[in-house]
């Protein structure tokens, strides 16, 4: 059985950090794409950033450039997101997701495994 596990979450004040860890179980994702997206309370799911299989790619959208960092572990089977300066506006629950293709995919009918999601909250 295929798991992706998200931790990391937590409550933080605005300009914090905080380290999302996705760790995936039932298969390995070393020659996969991962990706991480948001959900903010009453909006629609968002891309938030993606990663090759290599982790030579990434991409990110554009509120999260320069402060959120997408890696991974391969050898851990891990991808992370360090994500810094919060701000309010970043409060959401955090998907990790896994594609099928080795490259970026930055929608997520792209994805096929998904996490059950961590919530992130930024305080004023």
């Known amino acids: 059985q295929v798991q992706l596990v998200e931790s990391g979450g937590g409550l933080v004040q605005a300009g914090g950090s905080l380290r999302l860890s996705c760790a995936a179980s039932?298969?390995?994702?070393?020659?996969?794409?991962m990706g991480w997206f948001r959900q903010a309370p009453g909006k629609e799911r968002e891309f938030v950033a993606a990663?090759?299989?290599?982790?030579?790619?990434?991409y990110y959208a554009d509120p999260v450039k320069g402060r959120f960092t997408i890696s991974r572990d391969n050898a851990k089977n891990t991808v992370y997101l360090q994500m810094n300066s919060l701000k309010p506006e970043d409060t959401a629950v955090y998907y990790c997701?896994?594609?099928?293709?080795?490259?970026?995919?930055?929608?997520?009918?792209?994805?096929?495994?998904w996490g059950q999601g961590t919530p992130v909250t930024v305080s004023s």
């Open positions: 997701a896994a594609t099928l293709s080795a490259g970026v995919v930055t929608t997520s009918r792209g994805y096929v495994y």
């Open positions: 039932g298969r390995t994702f070393s020659r996969n794409g």
């Open positions: 990663i090759s299989w290599s982790g030579g790619g990434t």
